[in-house]
């Protein structure tokens, strides 16, 4: 029959355009190439169907795995992000390791696997998205599926030394052994992944990049994500401005509520600059818009809690009546807003303590004004600091550091600044997200030179 893209990931795009992120990459991909995507149905069922339910899209076909509300409990809140999100972001402290989540996650994949069969052919190009289908080629593989399959982490992958206090630190290697091809943000995931793999009994290093894990050659490949530039670029002037006084520089931070964001820190790098402005700094305000997200998992419950006391203290400390230095905002914001206000700010603050790549900072750049550019403060630790080398770059462990950021990003003369965006631009435009999909597909095609071994039931 031909190659067809099937794709799997753990939310689809629903009937409306979705509004950016891993959705919107995926559904532009399979709305230019043809497909299938699969992946767990948004309304939770009392019973699962016993196949994947047929919902057809513009140019693509949609497959929905039911799930109940106890696999939901066990398998996305449980194990996917109460062990698996926080072990990647090196906060095994916060891991939650509950009986029952392992064998709902592992039970949720196997039924996804069962249920693929009927919708695959033997020349499908199969790409399994994200942590929450880890096991899911290991699965396929069980089923006699010998298809080409790629796997992309969009998240960090985790320090060897924080897999072991994972319970099944054996079987991670072992699921991501079943995949010819492991896609990485970046040269730093891919440098934990070889130092891990060293660790592990029968693994090898290949000369070739390969790793040979068991009876199987697997690939593995920094192949950092992009975005839609011209796309995004095309919803500036549709939303609505902030009210600024006259004179006003706004700072702008945009991320999904979670730890990982190093949101805190973020205040109080704020607060420093508060403390030690003088008269030569303008009167800036930060908006900071942190959508909550999994509320249900206490983790996100405390870091709530602690960004509305330090907005609350800050604003008590340094405001006036007619001026809050923090303007922080728990709500989402549609994509033609956060477009408005990126092209508005003087100052994008990315700061995450760490993210596999971190989307935000491309978006900025390709919000602003290339003759009156802001400037993107972003944190070392983020994936895009590997190709965003112009920004300024921060320890986001270190308030001082990011106040004195903050406070050189207000002061840049504006050749400077004009310089930095366009070459920041430049790369954002050259490394987009159909340059992500072409090259990450055109190198799972390449990759398999070797017979698929069985595994071992």
């Not at 959705?23 to 399979?30: E, G, I, K, N, Y």
């Amino acid at each position: 029959m031909g190659e067809r893209l099937v794709v799997v990931s753990n939310r689809v795009a629903g009937d409306r355009p979705p509004a950016g992120g891993l959705v919107f990459a995926l559904h532009d991909c399979l709305t230019q190439m043809g497909g299938i995507w699969v992946g767990s149905g948004a309304d939770l069922v009392e019973a699962p169907a016993p196949a994947l339910r047929h919902a057809p899209a513009d140019g693509y076909d949609r497959y929905l795995l039911d799930l109940t509300e106890d696999e939901q409990a066990q398998f996305y809140l449980g194990y996917s992000n109460s062990v698996l999100w926080p072990l990647c972001h090196g906060r095994t402290d916060l891991m939650q390791i509950k009986r029952g989540q392992y064998a709902g996650y592992r039970a949720v994949n196997a039924r996804m696997a069962d249920q693929m069969l009927d919708v695959l052919d033997p020349d499908d190009l199969i790409w399994i998205h994200d942590y929450h289908f880890l096991p899911l080629a290991e699965e396929l593989r069980r089923r006699g599926v010998t298809n080409r399959i790629g796997f992309f982490l969009h998240i960090p992958f985790p320090a060897g030394h924080d897999i072991g206090a994972l319970s099944q630190s054996d079987a991670l290697m072992e699921w991501l052994g079943a995949y010819d091809l492991i896609g990485l943000q970046s040269e730093r995931d891919v440098a934990q992944f070889i130092g891990t793999s060293r660790q592990h009994p029968g693994t090898e290093i290949l000369m070739d990049g390969r790793v040979r894990m068991g009876n199987r050659l697997v690939a593995v490949r920094a192949c950092p994500i992009g975005i839609d530039v011209a796309a995004f670029q095309g919803e500036i002037g549709t939303g609505e401005a902030v009210t600024l006084s006259k004179g006003e520089k706004l700072i702008v931070g945009v991320d999904r509520l979670d730890y990982s964001k190093g949101l805190p820190q973020r205040f109080d790098a704020m607060e420093h600059f508060l403390d030690t402005r003088t008269d030569a700094d303008p009167t800036a305000t930060f908006l900071q818009v942190a959508p909550i997200s999994r509320g249900e998992v206490a983790a996100y419950q405390d870091i709530r809690q602690t960004l509305e006391q330090k907005a609350g203290a800050i604003n008590g400390a340094h405001g006036t009546p007619n001026w809050m230095p923090i303007r922080y905002i728990s709500q989402s914001m549609d994509r033609a807003e956060l477009a408005g206000v990126f092209r508005q700010s003087a100052v994008g603050l990315v700061t995450p303590l760490i993210d596999g790549m971190n989307l935000v900072a491309k978006e900025y750049v390709a919000a602003q004004d290339p003759d009156d550019p802001g400037v993107l403060v972003l944190s070392r630790l983020a994936g895009a600091a590997e190709q965003m080398t112009d920004a300024l770059q921060v320890n986001p462990y270190d308030p001082t550091d990011m106040g004195e950021a903050i406070r050189t990003a207000l002061a840049m003369p504006l050749d400077e600044r004009k310089a930095r965006h366009a070459r920041l631009l430049t790369g954002a435009v050259h490394e987009d997200i159909h340059w992500w999909t072409r090259t990450y597909l055109d190198q799972l095609r390449q990759v398999r030179a070797v017979p698929v071994f069985p595994l071992s039931a």
